[in-house]
């Protein structure tokens, strides 16, 4: 029986010798034999399989990479050729390091080469609390116990220090701010001795070392060996290191000098010994010497504090000038500020009130009329002045200090007893009318300085208040004659009777007397100007005239006698401008003078403002402070007494004789 054919085969074709029949042209290719597919599933409708190209492939992958490679090659140029300068110059930042080389700040001394400000190394003490935390020392109170070790030391409470190293996630804070390299060295030597504590304990017993957090920052710190003394002349300087106040201010760049700069390689945070270091050293800054002395300027400075303080005054000063050179021997201010901690400071207290206040001087301003009067020609020392209790002028009756009988006085007595009504009459004989007074006078008035920089350039210096004769009002063109109507400031003040001690000739206040440079030579400071104010002749009568102030039983200046020593001088007592509300409220008293008045040597100027306890003339409360500061001064510099006697001046004259 024969078996059923299975319909998906498909008989092949017959071979003939091997090769396929030849196909006829014009005739159709039978189409491709087929197998049937599966049940229910439509066959493809596919032709004969082909194998594919790769070419395409190949010529796609060949672009990107040629476009890759032309990318490379652009940004190579780019990098080596175009921007190569800018690429090094970014490698050399992150490779060189640059550190600033801090310049010494130059030194500031007396006249005598003693050390008023000065610079030294500091150290700021610092801690890493996170190494006192309790899971790397294994102590639960090392905080507590690092506070007791360093609060004697460094003058901190142990309840702050305890608090500050008690944060275990920080890595930082401040303990104390510029301490001296003894605090340091000695944390130094007690964290040393607990760690050898520390090495030497047994295992079982272990003695972590509780300061081995505790680190310091070394810097330079600026110091002021004297305090408070001369603070008002010294100034201080900032957080920067810069000057921010006085002469640290004035004189900032010299001090400064210029930072240097070096420059090393580094890798990995370390400086690489082999490399190149670049280095430009730092310039040190000048040492300045000042005209004052430190020995008088302390003496100014005691005395005037404690009239201060006794007098329950605002504030005070005192000026000391060498007449011969119109150098500053003193320039001291109460109450004053120590510069080495200015956080402590009253705001009031900053800054050198002795050139920053403008007052009005009162009487010691008199010896200017007196200098015009005399120089004018329009009175001499005999002159007879009749002094009435009251004077009417303008729409103002003015009067002296006290009440009195009418007053029969020289010149000379108008002076000694310090007569505002005698003043006033003298001065009038200036000119033929009261304006022609009112410009002599004036003119007079700015030769001595009045109204005029000092030539000191001190930061905040006042010139004073002069105004124009022009401009005087009614009262003014009287009161200024006697010191009130106008303001000056102390060292004005005192430059005045300087120059009445030094023949008529004005010097120039200085306060610089030369400076040191890096190179160690000394340049001295330009030597100050010289003007003739009044002639020879005039200056040494108002000296003589001054001289009775202080020796005849009728002059207001008693208290400021010297024994063994002629005194020439005189006192002031002046209505004081409030700064607050612009009106009078309380005085200013004054004492100025020079000595030995027959060779005169030292000029001493002393100002209280407002003084509340006792008297408030000044003849009383700054005579003293004259006389104290007076003496010391003329023994410091070894002056010796004076060998001539006083000419002493008539005060007063007879009528009809």
Do not use: C
């Given at each position: ?11 092949r074709?017959?071979r003939?010798?091997?090769r ?5 042209s014009?005739t ?12 229910g ?5 596919t ?8 070419r395409?492939r190949?010529r796609l992958?060949a ?10 090659t652009v ?7 175009v921007?190569?300068a800018?690429y090094?110059?970014k490698?050399?930042?992150?490779r060189?390091?640059?550190?600033k ?9 007396d006249?005598?080469?003693v050390?008023?400000?000065t610079?030294v ?7 890493d609390?996170s ?8 102590i639960?109170d090392a905080?507590?116990?690092?506070a ?13 220090l ?7 996630a ?11 390299p003894?605090?340091w ?6 964290r040393g001795?607990?760690d050898?504590?520390a090495?030497?304990?047994?295992k ?5 070392n509780?300061?081995?957090?505790i680190?310091?920052?070394?810097h330079?710190?600026?110091v002021?060996?004297g ?9 201080f300087v900032?957080?920067q290191?810069r000057?921010?106040?006085g ?7 010299e001090?400064?000098g210029?930072?240097?700069?070096l420059?090393y390689a580094q ?7 082999t ?8 310039v040190p800054?000048?040492?300045?010497q ?8 302390w003496?100014?400075q005691?005395?005037i504090?404690?009239q ?6 605002d504030?005070g000063?005192v000026?000391?000038?060498?007449t011969r050179?119109g150098?500053?021997l003193?320039?001291?201010n109460?109450p004053?500020?120590?510069p080495n ?8 207290a900053?800054?050198n ?5 403008a007052?009005e001087?009162?009487s010691?301003s008199k010896?200017?009329s007196m ?9 001499t ?5 009749t002094?009435?209790n009251?004077?009417?002028r303008?729409?103002r009756?003015f009067?002296?200090d006290?009440?009195?009988a009418t007053w029969h ?12 009504i005698g003043?006033?009459l003298a ?11 009112n410009q002599?006078?004036?003119s ?8 005029r ?6 930061p905040?210096?006042t010139?004073?208040?002069l105004a124009k ?7 003014q063109q009287y009161t200024?004659?006697f010191?009130?109507?106008l303001?000056?400031?102390a060292?004005?003040?005192a430059s005045v009777?300087s120059?009445?001690?030094n023949g008529?000739v ?5 306060l610089?007397r030369?400076?040191t440079?890096p190179d160690?030579?000394?340049a001295?400071?330009?030597p100050p100007a010289?003007s003739r104010?009044?002639s020879?002749?005039?200056a040494?009568?108002?000296?003589a005239?001054l001289e ?17 020593y002629?005194?020439?001088g ?10 607050k509300t612009?009106r009078?409220?309380?005085y200013?008293a004054s004492?100025?003078g ?8 030292v000029t001493?100027?002393c ?7 006792g008297s408030y003339?000044?003849g009383?409360?700054c005579g003293?402070v ?5 003496t010391f001064?003329l023994k410091?510099?070894q ?10 001046l008539?005060?007063?004259?007879t009528?009809?004789e």
């Open positions: 029986m024969t078996e059923p054919r299975d319909p998906r085969r498909v008989p074709p017959a003939s010798g091997g396929p029949p030849a196909r006829r014009g159709a290719r039978p189409p491709a034999a087929r197998r049937p597919g599966p049940p599933r439509p066959r493809p409708a032709g004969p399989l082909r194998p594919v190209s790769p395409p190949l992958i672009l990107a990479l040629t476009l890759v490679m032309f990318a490379f940004r190579l140029v780019q990098v080596q050729g921007d190569a800018a090094a110059a490698a050399n930042e992150n060189y390091v640059p550190v080389l801090a310049a010494e700040r130059g030194a500031i001394t006249r005598n080469g050390d008023l400000a610079t190394d500091a150290y700021d003490i610092t801690a609390p190494l006192l935390a309790p899971a790397k020392i294994k639960t905080p507590a116990r690092a007791a070790l360093l609060a004697p030391i460094l003058g901190e409470s142990r309840q702050t305890a608090a500050k190293l008690d944060r275990p920080s890595r930082y804070v401040l303990l104390a701010r510029q301490r001296t003894q605090v060295k000695r944390i130094k030597e007690l001795k607990l050898a504590e090495a030497a304990a047994p079982s017993a272990p003695r972590p509780v300061l081995v957090g680190f310091a920052d070394k330079s710190k600026r002021y060996p305090g408070d003394l001369a603070a008002g002349v010294l100034g900032n957080g290191g000057g921010a106040g002469l640290e201010a004035q004189l900032d760049k001090l400064a210029k930072d240097g700069k420059v890798s990995g945070g370390r400086r690489v010994p490399a190149d270091t670049q280095e430009h050293p730092a800054g000048s040492d300045v000042l005209t004052l002395d430190r020995d008088i300027q003496a100014a005691q005395a504090s404690e201060v303080s006794r007098s329950r005054a504030r000063y000026v000391v000038q060498d050179t150098q500053i003193a320039l001291a109460a004053g500020f120590d901690d200015i956080t402590r400071a009253s705001p009031e900053l800054g009130p002795a050139l920053t206040d007052f001087p009162g010691t010896v200017m200098a015009a009067v005399l120089e004018e020609g329009a009175a020392p005999y002159t007879r002045v002094v009435p009251r004077l009417h303008g729409d009756l009067s002296d006290v009440d009195h006085l020289t010149l000379n007595g108008v002076l000694a007893k310090s007569s505002n003043t006033i001065a009038g004989q200036l000119g033929a009318t009261q304006p022609q007074a002599v006078l004036y007079y008035l700015r030769k001595f300085g009045i109204g920089p000092t030539g000191l350039n001190f905040g210096e010139d004073g208040i004769p022009q401009d005087w009002n009614t009262s200024i004659p010191g009130q109507g303001s000056l400031n060292v004005q003040a009777y120059t009445i001690a008529g004005r010097i120039a206040p200085t610089v030369g400076t440079g160690g030579r000394y001295p400071a330009p010289r104010v009044v020879e002749k005039t040494t009568t108002l000296a005239m009775s102030v202080v020796d005849d039983e009728e002059g207001t200046g008693a208290k400021a006698k010297i024994d063994g002629r005194v020439g005189k006192t002031g007592t002046s209505n004081r401008v409030d700064p612009g009078y409220h309380g200013t004492f100025a020079f000595a030995p008045a027959d060779q005169p040597r001493v100027y100002a209280i403002q407002n003084p509340t306890r003339f000044g009383q409360i003293p004259f006389q104290r500061v007076m001064a410091s510099l002056v010796p007494p004076t060998g001539t006697p006083s000419p002493r008539p005060v007063t004259f009528p009809g």
